[in-house]
């Protein structure tokens, strides 16, 4: 079976200068790349750390 094709997103914190990165999430959890250099390599998080991140940007 073929990969889903990710959707990239940016936050809507991000100045419109375009330095910041972009994420998708896919079942496996959430990948990370740069704005600026999207054909570079991506970062793979599995989901329990993603989560784990996020939180500890709340607090």
Same mark, same amino acid.
């Given at each position: ?7 990239? +997103?940016?936050?809507? +914190?991000?100045? #419109?200068? &375009? ?9 496996? &959890?959430? *990948?990370?790349? #740069?704005?600026?250099? @999207?054909?570079?390599?991506? *970062?793979?998080?599995?989901? &329990?750390?993603?989560?784990? *991140?996020? @939180?500890?940007?709340?607090?």
């Amino acid at each position: 079976m073929a990969e889903p094709t990710p959707h990239w +997103y940016t936050s809507s +914190y991000s100045a #419109d200068a &375009g330095h910041c990165v972009e994420v998708a999430h896919l079942a496996e &959890g959430p *990948l990370v790349r #740069d704005s600026q250099n @999207r054909t570079a390599s991506m *970062l793979a998080f599995p989901s &329990g750390e993603w989560s784990a *991140l996020m @939180r500890s940007t709340r607090d």
